[in-house]
């Protein structure tokens, strides 16, 4: 069974470039998040996409977008990158909406410089 | 206030010993909370969830929920060095499926 995989594994920008993230949700699973964590922090959460829609935002800039596949994949854009942007960046799934028990895979680290 | 608070620690226990993991929350609404590990470097890997008062216990992790108190508490039995991560209390928010908010979590180092 495999769990949520996320590619890269590691990214090094600089300023205002734009990158991409990916994650493939655990099998059976419909449902994603996408979490910021800044070192020493909780992961902040930043949206969830079910059936191919933003279900939920939180509370980061229009810079931060993203989309879902029919296959329940999903990428994490970000436009304009600033410093303040590295960080590890966690995907998380679930299966359907009526459990909120969400995997994370191994996270993207960004570095931004 | 800080809707999930967690003492960041570190606290440190000995081999063997019960390791006492303790997370408040704002949220009275809250109807699902959540425990993760995280070693230094890697992702959050689930422990437990619990959605009820009272305890909840699996092998040597128990996780205690006092919606009254808003606190949600973990406890691991004989703790090994092994246990040695920082622990993340999250709660559910909504319906259906939802986001987590996360604490900034609880480092524990157990000593040989």
């Known amino acids: 069974d495999a769990g949520v995989t996320q590619s890269p594994t590691h990214l090094i920008k600089t300023r205002g470039q734009q990158v991409t993230l990916r994650c493939s949700p655990k099998?059976?699973?419909?449902?994603v998040s996408w979490y910021q964590q800044a070192l020493g922090q909780g992961p902040q959460f930043i949206f969830q996409?079910?059936?191919?829609?933003?279900?939920q935002r939180g509370n980061f800039p229009d810079r931060f977008s993203g989309h879902q596949f029919p296959n329940y994949s999903s990428e994490l854009n970000v436009n304009a990158l600033l410093l303040g942007d590295s960080a590890l960046y966690l995907c998380?799934?679930?299966?359907?909406?009526?459990?909120?028990?969400?995997?994370f895979g191994p996270g993207t680290r960004l570095t931004v410089l | 206030q800080k809707e999930v608070e967690q003492n960041s620690g570190p606290l440190s226990v000995p081999e063997g010993a019960i390791a006492s993991l303790n997370c408040t929350y704002s949220?009275?609404?809250?109807?699902?909370f959540f425990w993760y590990r995280q070693y230094s470097g890697k992702s959050p890997e689930l422990i437990m969830f619990?959605?009820?008062?009272g305890d909840k216990e699996d092998g040597r992790f128990t996780a205690q929920l006092n919606k009254a108190s808003q606190y949600v508490s973990l406890l691991i039995r004989d703790s090994q060095p092994s246990d040695s991560a920082t622990y993340l209390c999250?709660?559910?928010?909504?319906?259906?499926?939802?986001?987590?908010?996360f604490g900034q979590g609880t480092e524990l180092s157990v000593k040989p």
């Open positions: 998380a799934s679930e299966g359907g909406p009526l459990t909120d028990t969400q995997y």
């Open positions: 099998s059976g699973h419909d449902t």
């Open positions: 996409y079910y059936e191919e829609e933003e279900r």
């Open positions: 949220d009275r609404g809250s109807q699902s």
């Open positions: 619990i959605y009820s008062n």
């Open positions: 999250a709660l559910g928010v909504g319906n259906q499926g939802g986001k987590l908010i």
